[in-house]
């Protein structure tokens, strides 16, 4: 007879190098390496001052999890307000559980979310969204296919006072994105794959939201779609001063676009740095760059 259940698959580490190249390690590997990255962690001081000691988004000590298991242990987290940071590390390392505690999806069991100094961990996704400007777009192809490219925008403004409300959001919204608006009849499930991420963004943008949490932005697009987006994420925090936390996958997109980069290694932090530091770092050349 067949178990019931399935053990889990020993863990890999995974990324995306130069032509593509996958590269995965052993469970050995990674415990290795995971120590030897931890040696290099930095302190809470040097995290602030990658933020300009200014920061918008902290987090201060978190140990986070779902249930009764705990994911993220002692996370500490800067990012000023229009900075970008991306979180790189291998698979189930706690990358999303990062965004999902910042929107209040997790357990938080210690240590606190500051936003502009103020504790926020406590307030639900909604009020996170509506009152504290933090929003959310999730990893998964999260369009209504059969609703509007129209519909899905206002959906995005579900919170906001009256329809009215929602639908001058949306005109707003289609007047920066032309290829949406051309299209904002036409029903999501036709969109191209690029499109419809960036009608995820842009449902995101509804609630005018100052943190922009961005799960895998290049998941599942084609490869010539994946510049475009990251060009999107780039024009909303330069040109709209939007701060930007995303996981990525792709370290090396993720490494090129983000101010400052986090690696996280079983749910604790193994290395922070801007962005293109890490992408010259050697120790993340191995582990997530192909070599
Ligand atoms: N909603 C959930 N409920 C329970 N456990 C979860 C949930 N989401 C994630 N986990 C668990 O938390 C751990 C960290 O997962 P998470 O998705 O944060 O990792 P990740 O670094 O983003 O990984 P990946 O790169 O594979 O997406 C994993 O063991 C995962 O199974």
């Known amino acids: 007879m067949q178990p019931r259940w399935n053990p889990p698959k020993p863990p890999r580490v995974s990324g995306h190098g130069e032509g593509g190249v996958d590269l995965v390690m052993s469970v050995e590997a990674v415990a290795r390496e995971a120590a030897t990255l931890g040696a290099r962690r930095p302190d809470d001081a040097a995290l602030r001052a ?5 920061p918008l988004l902290s987090l201060r000590a978190l140990d986070a999890g ?50 502009d100094g103020r504790a926020i961990g406590g307030l639900t996704p909604e009020q996170k969204l509506r009152d504290a400007g933090i929003a959310y777009v999730m990893q998964d192809n999260s369009v209504f296919p059969r609703m509007s490219v129209e519909e899905n925008l206002l959906m995005g403004g579900y919170l906001l006072p009256g329809r009215e409300a929602a639908r001058a959001a949306a005109a707003d919204v289609l007047a920066r ?34 943190v922009l949490l961005v799960d895998e932005p290049s998941i599942g697009l084609e490869p010539r779609y994946i510049d475009a987006v990251f060009e999107i ?8 001063g939007k701060t930007v936390v995303l996981v990525e996958q792709n370290a090396k997109k993720g490494l090129e676009f983000a101010d400052l980069a986090y690696v996280l290694v079983s749910g604790q932090l193994a290395l922070a740095g801007p962005g293109d530091a890490l992408l010259e770092d050697p120790d993340v050349g191995r582990l997530f760059l192909g070599g």
Do not use: W
Request: glycine content about 14%; charged content about 20%; aromatic content about 4%.
């Open 50 to 54: 990658l933020a300009g000691d200014a």
């Open 177 to 210: 994105y032309p290829r949406l608006s051309q299209r904002r009849r036409a029903a999501a499930g036709t969109l191209s794959g690029g499109e419809r991420r960036l009608l995820e963004i842009a449902r995101a943008l509804i609630m005018r939201p100052r």
């Open 233 to 240: 994420l780039r024009e909303l925090q330069r040109d709209q």
């Open 66 to 115: 779902y249930g009764r298991m705990q994911i993220l242990h002692g996370l500490d987290l800067h990012v000023a307000a229009g900075q970008s940071l991306c979180l790189i590390g291998p698979n189930g390392a706690g990358k999303s559980t990062v965004l999902h505690s910042i929107y209040g999806f997790t357990r938080i069991i210690g240590g606190a979310i500051e936003l």
